[in-house]
Every structure is written in C-alpha cells, then in structure tokens.
C-alpha cells in the first residue's frame, strides 16, 4: 500500500475525512477553495428525481423545435434564478454557464477575486436559496422554525441550510428525538403500571427495550445522517432534501479546458437523449473476463467475438510519416472488418481512433479510470458507442479525476 507523507497533523486528520467521503464529492487536497480559478460545479437532487425539468427532443437533430434540450418546470426556473443571483451576494464570483438537467446541475464559476469564505459557503448559500424556492412551491414540508412560504429566495433559510450541510446538527435532532420518544414511553409505562394495568395492555415497549431501540435508530441515524426523503402527494417529505448531501467539482486549470466544458454542457441534453434511446449500450457490466483479467465494460460486448482483432500500440518517438503509415494500415484493415484495439493514450494512437471514429471502424478502447458512478463516455466516443462501434473496457474501479 502507497504510504502518505503528510506535511502535519491537520493535514492527516483533513485526508482521513476525505477517505470517508465519496470519491465524486471530495476536494482537492492541495487546492486553497477561497483563492481565484475557475470552477465546473455539480449538484444532483436528492433520490435524482427529476424535479427540474423535462427532456424534449430528437438526438440526430441539431437545429429547429426539435432540437434536443429541456423545458424547466417552475422548480428548475427557480433553481436558474439562484445560480444567476450567485454574483448578487458574491461579487468576487462570476456565473459564466449554467446548464439545468432534469435530475441534476453543472455551473461554472469563475472566482476573479479572492472569496472571503470557502467556496462550499457559496455553494452552501445557493442551495438555502433553492429550499426556500421549493418550500414555495409545495414540493418541500416547512422546517420547525420556519413557514412553508413568504421571503426571497435564500432569505431565513439558514436552519434549514444547517441541517441539511451538517451531519452533526441532524444527528442531534434525531437523539433529541429519539431521548424525548423513550421518556414518553416510559411515563406511559410507568401509568400504566400505577392504574394497575400492564405494560402489554398500555401498548408500551419495557424500558430496557426502548434503550436499546434509542441507541440503535441514533447510530443509525449517525451513519446514514441524510436519509432518502419519502413522497407523499408529490412533496418531499424531509426537510432540506432537494439536493444529495456535498457536491462535485472539477477545476479548469489548464488552457483550452473551458472552451471544452462549455461546450460539453451545451451538448448535456443530446447525450443524455442517446443514452435514453440506446439504453443497453451504456449500462455498465462487470465481471466480464477478457483474456485472464476480469473487467468492466460499456458498450457492444460483441465486438470481443470478432475474428480479427488488431492491437494499436503507437510509441511517441514515432515519426509522423511513420503515424502516418499506421493510420493508413488500420483504417484499411477496419474497411475489411477487423476490430481495433487501443488504450489511446499517446498522440499517435489518438489521432488513429479519432480517424477510425471518423471512418466508422469498431473499436475496443482500454481505460485507465473505469466506471465510476453516472459515468458518460467522452464526446468522441458517444455516438460510436449509441451505434454499436464501440466497447469500452477497464481492469480498474471507477474514480473521478480532481
């Protein structure tokens, strides 16, 4: 196992709570969140339910009403509203896009000056305000210290903030809870006893039961702190769970990075079609064995019965006549029916499944990452995948990249 060096003991304590924490909700451990950059954000509703819009639309359409996109519903105008007002109350923080999905958000934010404040209060403020959105338009219960309407968005919500951000404070309302159930019962048993009845005949549960249920539901609730909200009419039920617990985040360090994001979130609603129209072609499946390793896999599993599979292999000495050459090779050899087989990692094996993608020649990609939760191919591969042209396979379990 990899042995870490820490720079100090606040530095360890900081690392094993990142362990804890989901690997698509963690922070980057040597990045200052209150200093500029650019930032790709992501929250997903609660349970994702689809809450915030309706996806319309044909896939192979690029222009005209049917155009993939999605028509928010009045919640997801009201979450729109939020992200837009985020500069209103951070002035150090500009809202360069936006993209509303109907389960889940990306935004990204530029901070141009040094924020004051972590970047989750920010994130932290937005979601107060998107609950008391929801509060009025009766798709959420109204906390205990709080009304079910009246009030800007964001304004008096910091209750609700609270218990929603901070395990802690929930896990205190449900022992509270909990505490104040057990000494009900207990009077109850204890009158009962006194009118000369029985604990049975009262309906009340012996004491050393009821401790022993109090500790249970309070670890329970200590380990699961935010716990899927149950619908009732449309509504959700517990309070402050319009969106899952943290968020994730990407920083866009490096040049070209957000010309590419931006365009991804303009692309969200098409992708998302092709995945609902080609469903089997992006569920992930595991335990697949391939050659003596076990693997996961996306995409038409049928290409690793295909007779003539050829290994595309490019060093980065190559020259380019040399890629060249390569290319040339494999294109011709896709045109006969053979399957390419790459990991396409160097810039030369790139360019050669860019130009099968382009010719329409199958391909069978090795990754690095796998398959994490929610997992998406990349842009180029997309379309090949929805078509059956592509498998994509790994050894590793999924994780997301910082």
Not at 74 to 96: D, S, T
Not at 122 to 127: E, L, Q, R, S, T
Not at 186 to 214: D, I, N
Not at 297 to 313: E, I, T
Request: hydrophobic share 40%; aromatic share 4%; proline share 6%.
């Amino acid at each position: 196992m990899e042995r870490k060096i820490f720079r100090n003991a606040e530095s360890r304590e900081w690392s094993m709570k990142q362990e804890k924490v989901a690997s698509m909700k963690r922070r980057s451990e040597h990045h200052d969140y209150t200093d500029r950059g650019i930032y790709m954000i992501t929250l997903a509703v609660e349970g994702r339910r689809p809450l915030l819009g309706t996806l319309t639309g044909r896939a192979d359409v690029t222009e005209g009403p049917e155009q993939p996109a999605v028509v928010l519903s009045p919640l997801g105008e009201k979450v729109r509203e939020c992200w837009m007002n985020i500069a209103r109350h951070y002035p150090q923080v500009e809202v360069m896009k936006l993209c509303v999905m109907p389960d889940h958000i990306h935004g990204v934010l530029f901070v141009h000056e040094r924020l004051d404040c972590h970047l989750g209060a920010v994130i932290k403020g937005f979601k107060a305000g998107t609950h008391q959105a929801a509060r009025e338009l009766g798709l959420m219960a109204a906390t205990a210290g709080g009304s079910a309407g009246g009030g800007s968005a964001g304004g008096g919500t910091a209750t609700m903030s609270q218990c929603t951000e901070t395990a802690v404070t929930e896990r205190a309302a449900a022992e509270r809870a909990v505490a104040e159930k057990a000494a009900a019962e207990r009077a109850a048993a204890e009158r009962a006893a006194a009118a000369g009845g029985t604990m049975a005949a009262a309906g009340a549960v012996p004491y050393t039961a009821t401790a022993l249920q109090s500790k249970t539901q309070a670890r329970g609730t200590a380990q699961q702190p935010c716990a899927r909200p149950q619908r009732a009419g449309g509504r959700l039920q517990q309070p402050g769970a319009l969106w899952e617990r943290g968020y994730h985040d990407r920083l866009l360090l490096h040049k070209g990075q957000l010309g590419r994001m931006l365009a991804y979130l303009e692309d969200n609603p098409r992708r998302l079609l092709l995945k609902r129209d080609h469903p089997g072609m992006f569920r992930p499946v595991e335990g697949i064995v391939v050659a003596g390793a076990t693997m996961s896999a996306m995409g038409n599993l049928a290409l690793l019965d295909a007779p003539l599979k050829l290994q595309l292999q490019c060093s980065r000495r190559l020259a380019p006549d040399e890629i060249e050459q390569r290319r040339q090779h494999f294109l011709n050899a896709g045109q006969q029916g053979a399957v390419v087989v790459s990991p396409s990692i160097s810039p030369g094996e790139r360019l050669i499944t860019t130009a099968c993608l382009e010719q329409r020649v199958p391909l069978i990609v090795l990754l690095l990452k796998g398959f994490p939760p929610f997992f998406k191919p990349e842009p180029r591969y997309l379309i090949a995948c929805a078509e059956g042209r592509l498998l994509l396979l790994s050894p590793y379990p999924g994780r997301t990249r910082r």
